[in-house]
């Protein structure tokens, strides 16, 4: 069991928009910076966000993240079938001395 | 263009030793800390370990504090994860990643902030 709580799966048909949520705790969301990535299997990861919601140079604005307490959410507007792909959320958890990352959510564009 | 390609995995048998490498390119190596991030088949990522820019402070994750050792040698420009007394547990893709660090000042320590750029990994099997 992750630290961080995201739901397995999300499904959108193109142009829609979708958010997947990452639940957790003071110990980590509610004190730390969410970073959130994208991950195509047999791929590096990619930074989509970081300081919750700051976006790294070259990724469109389609990509969106926020904070409210010990959640965090990652926002796709426009999807694209290239859109699919794994998201997975991260912060530092103070309680346990380490980063922590959510189980991932797998993003289906039908 | 940043870069970092890992090399050195394969097949090992439970309680052997392994070393995998990272080649970085496209930035100033000695300046950034580093870390190693794996993913076990069909698992989300896990954080493994960080190590600061000169070596002198290094961090694991619980799972493996005692077995993996970071190192780093930055005239070559390399990151290094040494795995010994290896699990069926440790089969994952390690990732190797730059990890940007700020200074939290209430606590007195750095604190690592994001991964900005990863490799494509190397896959480690743990096996009999």
Same mark, same amino acid.
């Given at each position: 069991?992750?630290?961080?709580?995201?739901?397995? &799966?999300? #499904?959108?048909?193109?142009?829609?928009?979708?958010?997947?949520?990452?639940?957790?705790? &003071?110990?980590?969301?509610?004190?730390?910076?969410?970073?959130?990535?994208?991950?195509?299997?047999?791929?590096?990861?990619?930074?989509?966000?970081?300081?919750?919601?700051?976006?790294?140079? /070259?990724?469109?604005?389609?990509?969106?993240?926020?904070?409210?307490?010990?959640? !965090?959410?990652?926002?796709?507007? /426009?999807?694209?079938?290239?859109?699919?792909?794994?998201?997975?959320?991260?912060?530092?958890?103070?309680?346990?001395? !380490?980063?922590?990352?959510?189980?991932?959510?797998?993003?289906?564009?039908? | 263009?940043?870069?970092?390609?890992?090399? /050195?995995?394969?097949?090992?048998?439970?309680?052997?030793?392994?070393?995998?490498?990272?080649?970085? #390119?496209?930035?100033?190596? &000695?300046?950034?800390?580093?870390?190693?991030?794996?993913?076990?088949?069909?698992?989300?990522?896990?954080?493994?370990?960080?190590?600061?820019?000169?070596?002198?402070?290094?961090?694991?994750?619980?799972?493996?504090?005692?077995?993996?050792?970071?190192?780093?040698?930055?005239?070559?420009?390399?990151?290094?994860?040494?795995?010994?007394?290896?699990?069926?547990?440790?089969?994952?893709?390690?990732?190797?990643?730059?990890?940007?660090?700020?200074?939290?000042?209430?606590?007195? #320590?750095?604190?690592?902030?994001?991964?900005?750029?990863?490799?494509?990994?190397?896959?480690?099997?743990?096996?009999?």
């Amino acid at each position: 069991q992750s630290v961080l709580t995201q739901p397995p &799966s999300v #499904s959108a048909t193109p142009g829609q928009k979708v958010t997947i949520s990452c639940s957790g705790s &003071s110990s980590n969301i509610g004190n730390n910076y969410v970073s959130w990535y994208q991950h195509l299997p047999g791929t590096a990861p990619k930074l989509l966000i970081y300081n919750d919601n700051e976006r790294p140079s /070259g990724i469109p604005d389609r990509f969106s993240g926020s904070k409210s307490g010990t959640s !965090a959410t990652l926002g796709i507007t /426009g999807l694209q079938t290239g859109d699919e792909a794994n998201y997975y959320c991260g912060t530092w958890d103070t309680t346990l001395s !380490a980063v922590v990352f959510g189980g991932g959510t797998k993003l289906t564009v039908l | 263009e940043v870069q970092l390609v890992e090399s /050195g995995g394969g097949l090992v048998q439970p309680g052997g030793s392994l070393r995998v490498s990272c080649a970085a #390119s496209g930035f100033v190596f &000695s300046n950034y800390w580093m870390s190693w991030v794996r993913q076990a088949p069909g698992k989300g990522l896990e954080w493994v370990a960080n190590i600061k820019e000169d070596g002198r402070e290094r961090y694991y994750v619980g799972s493996v504090k005692g077995r993996f050792t970071i190192s780093r040698d930055n005239a070559k420009k390399s990151l290094y994860l040494q795995m010994n007394s290896l699990r069926v547990e440790d089969t994952a893709v390690y990732y190797c990643a730059r990890l940007q660090v700020y200074y939290d000042y209430v606590g007195g #320590s750095y604190r690592p902030w994001y991964f900005d750029y990863w490799g494509q990994g190397t896959l480690v099997t743990v096996s009999s």
